[in-house]
C-alpha cells in the first residue's frame, strides 16, 4: 500500500513538474525601480498631460461599485485577474499616439511612446508612463512564476510584466486591452 500510494505521490508531482516546464514564459527577474509594493496611502503619480508629478489618493471601491462602473469583461480582466484573448481587445493593434488610462480610475499607466509590437495579440509597452503609477507583485498561479502588473492608484489587475522585451530596458508590460481607456493625443 505504502509503494502504490509513493507511486502515486511521485507521478502527481512529475505531472506538476512537467507542466511548469511547459508553463508561461518565466517570470521577469529584472524588477522595475519603485514598483515592489502596493501603497496604501496617499501616493506620488505621474500626470502625463500635465508633465508633472501630483499627489493622488488611492482609489478604493467595493465590487459592486466596480460592477456597475465596469462592463463585465473590464470587471473580470481588472478585478478578477483575468485575461482577455489575444488578438480580441480594443488597442493590441493600436498605432495611433496617445495616453493608455486605467479604465478603473483613470490613472495613466502607459504612453504609444513605448508601445511596440510584440506578436501576442495584446498591447505591449517596454516601460509603463512612470515607474509609481503601477506597482507589481508575485503571481505563481497556473503552475507559472509571473509578475503581475497593477495600476499603483486602484490596484486593478492590468497583466504581467516579463523579461524579453526589447531595448532599452528589456521589458515586456504584457497588458489587457480591457484594463485600458485609450485616449488619443490632441
Ligand atoms: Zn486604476
Keep these: 500500500m505504502f509503494t502504490r500510494r509513493y507511486f502515486l505521490a511521485a507521478c502527481f508531482f512529475g505531472l506538476v513538474?512537467?507542466?511548469?516546464?511547459?508553463?508561461?514564459?518565466?517570470?521577469?527577474?529584472a524588477?522595475?525601480?519603485?514598483?515592489?509594493?502596493?501603497?496604501k496611502g496617499?501616493?506620488?503619480?505621474?500626470?502625463?498631460?500635465?508633465?508633472?508629478?501630483?499627489?493622488?489618493?488611492?482609489?478604493?471601491?467595493?465590487?459592486?461599485?466596480?460592477?456597475?462602473?465596469?462592463?463585465?469583461?473590464?470587471?473580470?480582466?481588472?478585478?478578477?485577474?483575468?485575461?482577455?484573448?489575444?488578438?480580441?481587445?480594443?488597442?493590441?493593434?493600436?498605432?495611433?499616439?496617445?495616453i493608455y488610462r486605467c479604465v478603473n480610475c483613470g490613472n495613466d499607466l502607459y504612453s504609444s511612446e513605448h508601445k511596440y509590437e510584440s506578436g501576442t495579440g495584446w498591447p505591449s509597452f517596454w516601460q509603463p508612463v512612470a515607474a509609481e503609477n503601477i506597482a507589481t507583485?508575485?503571481?505563481?498561479?497556473?503552475?507559472?512564476?509571473?509578475?503581475?502588473?497593477?495600476?499603483?492608484?486602484c490596484d486593478a489587475h492590468l497583466g504581467h510584466v516579463f523579461n524579453d522585451g526589447p531595448k532599452p530596458t528589456g521589458l515586456r508590460y504584457c497588458m489587457n486591452s480591457a484594463a485600458m481607456k485609450f485616449i488619443k493625443a490632441p
Design 17 to 29: 513538474a512537467a507542466c511548469s516546464k511547459t508553463g508561461s514564459l518565466p517570470a521577469a527577474t
Design 31 to 39: 524588477t522595475p525601480a519603485g514598483t515592489a509594493t502596493i501603497s
Design 42 to 98: 496617499p501616493i506620488r503619480l505621474y500626470a502625463a498631460d500635465r508633465k508633472e508629478y501630483i499627489m493622488s489618493e488611492k482609489v478604493i471601491k467595493t465590487p459592486e461599485e466596480w460592477r456597475r462602473q465596469l462592463t463585465a469583461e473590464q470587471y473580470h480582466v481588472t478585478r478578477e485577474q483575468g485575461t482577455e484573448q489575444a488578438f480580441t481587445g480594443e488597442t493590441w493593434n493600436n498605432h495611433e499616439k496617445g
Design 137 to 153: 507583485r508575485e503571481d505563481n498561479s497556473l503552475f507559472s512564476r509571473r509578475t503581475e502588473v497593477l495600476c499603483s492608484r
